[in-house]
C-alpha cells in the first residue's frame, strides 16, 4: 500500500480530481490505481479566504510499488504497513463487572464480550430512549431526575455533546473504535476526518447497537443499578452490593464518570486510594455560527463544514483555554444533582445550529480548592453549581453578555447572539456567582484571545455558567496492573481520572479490560 499525504485541493474539488492529483504525483495514470482510501482530511484556513482541503491517502496499484516510487520521486509517498487491534482471548469462564455504561465502561464490556467472558454490566441510569425522553423534559420544564439526565444513563455524558471523537494520543485502538463506531450506526466520515464527531442525534442509536451487540455475545446489561457498596476479604474484591442487591463478583471495572459524586465519596469512606486532581471550571462562551466561520474562513459562504477553534492564554498563575467546542450547536443543562445548575454543549450532527459554542475554562490545582480533602474539588463544584441555582431558584441558568461582563455590569437582556440553553437563563452579573480566581482570569483572557480569533471577545457573545464538569476533580489510584487498592477492582476512564474525552475514555476503558484479562489468563 502507498500513502500520499498533503493532498491539496479547492472546498469544490470532487472525487475524481482526487484520484487525479494521487495519479499525478505518483506520475501513473489513474487507471493504474486499484483502490483509493482516505485516511485523513483536514481544513487548511492559514491562507484565509483560500482555504484547502488537505488529504492523506493510501492506494493499492498495478505494478511494483517500490519501483513506481522510485520511479514518482515524490517526497510525500511512503509503502506503509497497518497494524490492526486484536482483541485477546479469554481462558477463563469468569464473569467480570463493569460499573458503568459510558465510553469506557461500553467499550470495556465490548473487549470482554469479545473475548468470550460475558460481562454484567451495572448503569445506576436508564436505557438512551427512555434517557432522551426525561432529558427533553428536563430543558423544557425543568423537572430533573437524578437518574436520567445528560450526565447519568446509557452511553455515559458524552452521549449528550457534540460526540467528538477527536484525542491527543496516538495509540492502535483509535481506528479500532471508530470502526465500531461505524459498524453501531455512525457516518464512515469519522475514519478519515481530522475532527471526527458523530452527533448527539446519531449518538441514541449507536450506543444502543452498541449495547445490543454485547448482549448477543453473552453479556448483560442491567439498567437502574447503582453500586452502594464494596465487598472484600483481606484485599481482594469479593462482590458489589447494589440497590437492587448483592452480586458475587472477583473483578469489576469501575468506570464511573466524572459526575458519580455519591460513588466517589462510598469509595473514599471505604479507604480506596484516591487523591484531589488539578481540573478546570468556567463558562460556556456562544457566538453567531456565521461569525465564527468568517473569523476562521475569511467568508460564512464557503462549501465547508461549520468552522471550529480551539484557543489557549497562559496567563500568570492560570491558564484559560477552550474545551469541548460545539459548531452549530447549543448549550444545554447537563445538572445531576436537586438543586445546582450545569452547563455543556451538545450538537447535532449536521451541526446545523445558529450558534456556536465552547467551554471557556480556568486550570485549577488542589491547593486553589477552598475545601481540603481528596474531595475538596468536588465540594467546590457542588458549591458553585448552588450559588448558580440560587441566583433565579430554579435550573435556569446565570447569563451575562461578553461586553457587559468585561464592564463588570448586570446584563439585562440578550443582543444579537440569542441563547440557547434551555429552561431558560437569567440575566445578572456572572462575578456575583463565579468565584474570583475563575471570573477575573476569564475577564483578563477575553480581550487576549479575541487577538488569536478576531470577535471572540465580542460584546454580544454570552457567557452562561457554570461549567463544573469538564473532567473529574479526584483521581482513583491504581498501580501497573490498573487496579486499584483492593486486588479484582479496575478504576477506568474519565471519572477515575485517566481520560478527558470519548476516545481517550474508550481507550483506557480497553486497557482496563485487556489487564483483566490478563490477570484471569495468568
Excluded at 473475548?115 to 423544557?140: C, N, Q, S, W, Y
Excluded at 481540573?279 to 462562551?285: A, D, H, L, N
Excluded at 448549550?331 to 467551554?359: C, F, I, Q
Aim: aromatic residues 6%; charged residues 20%; contains cysteine.
Amino acid at each position: 500500500m502507498i500513502r500520499i499525504r498533503d493532498i491539496s485541493l479547492s472546498p469544490e474539488h470532487d472525487a475524481n480530481q482526487l484520484l487525479y492529483e494521487a495519479a499525478k504525483l505518483l506520475n501513473i495514470s489513474g487507471s493504474k490505481i486499484r483502490k483509493l482510501s482516505l485516511v485523513r482530511r483536514s481544513i487548511d484556513a492559514r491562507k484565509k479566504p483560500d482555504v484547502r482541503i488537505i488529504y492523506t491517502v493510501d492506494v493499492s496499484v498495478d505494478g511494483s510499488e517500490q519501483k513506481i516510487l522510485k520511479q514518482c520521486g515524490c517526497k510525500r509517498t511512503s509503502i506503509v504497513h497497518k497494524t490492526y487491534y486484536e482483541v485477546p482471548k479469554a481462558l477463563s469462564d469468569e464473569r467480570p463487572v463493569i460499573v458503568g455504561f459510558g465510553p469506557a465502561g461500553m467499550f470495556a464490556a465490548l473487549v470482554l464480550a469479545l473475548a468470550g467472558l460475558r460481562p454484567i454490566v451495572l448503569e445506576r441510569g436508564e436505557d438512551a430512549m427512555t434517557r432522551h425522553e426525561k432529558v427533553a423534559r428536563f430543558f423544557a420544564t425543568g423537572q430533573l431526575d437524578t437518574r436520567s439526565n445528560v450526565q447519568f444513563g446509557e452511553g455515559g455524558a458524552g452521549t449528550f455533546s457534540d460526540g467528538k471523537l477527536n484525542t491527543g494520543v496516538n495509540n492502535v485502538r483509535i481506528g479500532w473504535i471508530l470502526e465500531q463506531f461505524v459498524k453501531a450506526g455512525a457516518a464512515e466520515d469519522i475514519l478519515f476526518d481530522a475532527k471526527p464527531h458523530i452527533g448527539t442525534d446519531v449518538l441514541l442509536e449507536v450506543v444502543q447497537n452498541l449495547r445490543r451487540r454485547i448482549i448477543s455475545l453473552g453479556g448483560e446489561v442491567r439498567f437502574n443499578t447503582q453500586v452502594a457498596g464494596i465487598c472484600a476479604e483481606n484485599g481482594v474484591l469479593t462482590g458489589l452490593e447494589t440497590n437492587q442487591g448483592h452480586i458475587p463478583c472477583t473483578n469489576a471495572i469501575f468506570a464511573i464518570g466524572h459526575s458519580a459524586r455519591d460513588t466517589f465519596s462510598m469509595l473514599h469512606d471505604l479507604g480506596i486510594k484516591m487523591e484531589a486532581k488539578p481540573f478546570s471550571m468556567g463558562v460556556r462562551i456562544e457566538h453567531k455560527q456565521k461569525a465564527i466561520d468568517t473569523a476562521q474562513y475569511g467568508s460564512a459562504d464557503l462549501p465547508l463544514p461549520p468552522a471550529d477553534y480551539k484557543l489557549v492564554k497562559h496567563l500568570e498563575n492560570e491558564t484559560v483555554y477552550t474545551f469541548c467546542m460545539c459548531p452549530g450547536g447549543y448549550v444545554v443543562a447537563a445538572a445531576s444533582e436537586e438543586g445546582g445548575v450545569v452547563t455543556n454543549g451538545m450538537s447535532y450532527a449536521d451541526r446545523g445550529g445558529e450558534n456556536a459554542n465552547a467551554a471557556l475554562l480556568v486550570t485549577l490545582n488542589p491547593e486553589d480548592f477552598p475545601f481540603s480533602g481528596v474531595l475538596g474539588g468536588m465540594q467546590w463544584q457542588r458549591q458553585i453549581e448552588q450559588r448558580a441555582f440560587a441566583v433565579s431558584g430554579s435550573y435556569r441558568a446565570p447569563a451575562q453578555l461578553v461586553g457587559d461582563f468585561l464592564a463588570n455590569k448586570a446584563s439585562q437582556g440578550a443582543g444579537s447572539v440569542q441563547p440557547t440553553y434551555r429552561p431558560g437563563i437569567t440575566w445578572c452579573d456572572l462575578h456575583d456567582v463565579l468565584p474570583a480566581k475563575i471570573s477575573n482570569a476569564i475577564a483578563e483572557a477575553l480581550p487576549q484571545l479575541d487577538q488569536n480569533l478576531k470577535g471572540f471577545a465580542d460584546a454580544d457573545a454570552v457567557l452562561t455558567a457554570p461549567e463544573t464538569r469538564s473532567s473529574s476533580p479526584v483521581r482513583i489510584l491504581r498501580d501497573e496492573t490498573r487496579m486499584g487498592s483492593i486486588k479484582g477492582f479496575y478504576p477506568a476512564g474519565e471519572g477515575a481520572g485517566y481520560a478527558g474525552g470519548i476516545m481517550s475514555a474508550a481507550i483506557d476503558g480497553m486497557q482496563s479490560a485487556e489487564a483483566l484479562i490478563a490477570a484471569l489468563n495468568e
